[in-house]
């Protein structure tokens, strides 16, 4: 979960940052960061959106501090979303059917279906050259365990674990 959350965390925080960022050199005249900013994904624009122009003061240590807190925070906070969307979300059965079975070619329109406590999702076998069906159970925090039912092909585990990112949101 760890990994997940760096993941998440630094990706988000990325995104949401580069594009105020790249603003902030526009606004500032700051063009040799701002064009330089593009062949380096966007890094350059955060050195010039926090560059101090000349003759300006220095930046109080406290304020950067403060703002490095911010950041951080920040940072886990969309790290936790990212990794764990479920937890504000919930449990569809598209991200669900995304997690578990990956996106099935000729899958049901909601993906995967739920019947009771449980959701039943299918998964791809080669070794079967179809479908096979799992039964799968959710937690709160959309990490889910799944046990095939019935027979299936060598390329199908009896039981499989994981957990519903924002990506499977994203795609599903």
Not at 102 to 116: M, N, V
Not at 129 to 155: H, P
């Amino acid at each position: 979960m760890i990994v997940d959350v760096v993941f998440y965390g630094v990706a988000l925080l990325w995104l949401l940052t580069v594009i105020p960022a790249g603003v902030a050199c526009c606004i500032r005249g700051q063009w040799l960061y701002f064009w330089f900013g593009w062949l380096t994904l966007g890094i350059l624009w955060y050195i010039g959106a926090l560059s101090r122009k000349p003759g300006q003061p220095a930046y109080a240590p406290r304020r950067v501090a403060t703002v490095l807190a911010a950041t951080a925070a920040t940072f886990l906070v969309l790290g936790f979303f990212g990794a764990r969307p479920s937890a504000v979300l919930g449990v569809d059965g598209h991200s669900l059917q995304n997690s578990v079975g990956d996106s099935l070619i000729f899958d049901s329109p909601s993906g995967c279906e739920r019947e009771g406590r449980f959701w039943a999702c299918q998964k791809w076998n080669s070794g079967y050259s179809g479908t096979v069906l799992y039964r799968v159970k959710v937690n709160r925090m959309g990490c889910w365990q799944a046990v095939r039912d019935g027979y299936a092909g060598e390329g199908s585990p009896k039981r499989l674990t994981g957990c519903v990112t924002l990506y499977d949101f994203l795609v599903g």
